[in-house]
């Protein structure tokens, strides 16, 4: 398993400028819970699961790069890109802003099954120039086909 096959098109996207870490959780909150609405699965549960588990300890890796997890109760496991053109301050390791935010929600009980997959994403994404890339080709599509061709070089490896 690799990101790309959480991530859909509808969940990736670039966003000029947000004032704030709270309003970039928010904005991938929406973006991993607008498919499963009627499921009484909303977003600002997803928000809180996500500051929940950022009040635990930073999820930046530096390099601009962010990586916020949780588990809820959901049936399957799903991501969301959201890449900013102006940077955020967060707590990052570098103290470099932030413009490459991707969010992991995962089932309830099965956070210890994606712990691989966390490592997986450290190694790959934690690229100086990754944002940049990405947000150079700005088609989701695009971004999802880089990604995907990012793990298979990390698997031939």
Same mark, same amino acid.
């Given at each position: 398993? $690799? ?21 970039? *959780? !928010? ?10 609405? !009627?499921?009484? *699965?909303?977003? %600002?549960?997803? *928000? $809180?699961?996500?500051?929940?588990? !950022?009040?635990? @300890?930073?999820?930046?890796?530096? $390099? ?8 809820? =109760?959901?049936? %399957?496991?799903?991501?969301?890109? #959201?890449?900013? %053109?102006? @940077?955020? !301050? ?10 490459? #935010? ?5 089932? =309830?009980?099965?956070?210890?099954? &994606?712990?691989?997959? #966390? /490592? ?5 994404? =934690? ?8 947000? %150079?080709? @700005? ?6 086909? &880089?990604?995907? /061709?990012? *793990? ?6």
């Amino acid at each position: 398993m $690799n990101i790309v096959t959480l991530l859909s098109t509808d969940r990736v996207t670039c966003i000029d400028e947000l004032s704030s870490k709270k309003r970039a *959780f !928010e904005k991938l909150a929406v973006l991993l819970s607008q498919e499963d609405s !009627e499921l009484g *699965f909303d977003h %600002e549960s997803v *928000f $809180n699961a996500l500051i929940a588990r !950022e009040k635990l @300890g930073s999820t930046a890796l530096g $390099n601009g790069i962010v990586l916020p997890h949780a588990s809820l =109760n959901v049936p %399957e496991a799903k991501a969301a890109l #959201l890449l900013l %053109e102006e @940077g955020i !301050e967060m707590d990052t390791p570098d103290k470099k802003p932030v413009h490459l #935010l991707l969010a992991l929600i995962v089932p =309830n009980g099965q956070a210890e099954d &994606y712990q691989p997959l #966390l /490592s997986d994403l450290a190694i790959v994404l =934690n690229r100086k120039t990754l944002a940049k890339t990405l947000l %150079e080709l @700005g088609d989701p599509a695009l971004i999802l086909d &880089y990604l995907s /061709s990012l *793990f298979v070089q990390k698997i031939a490896a």
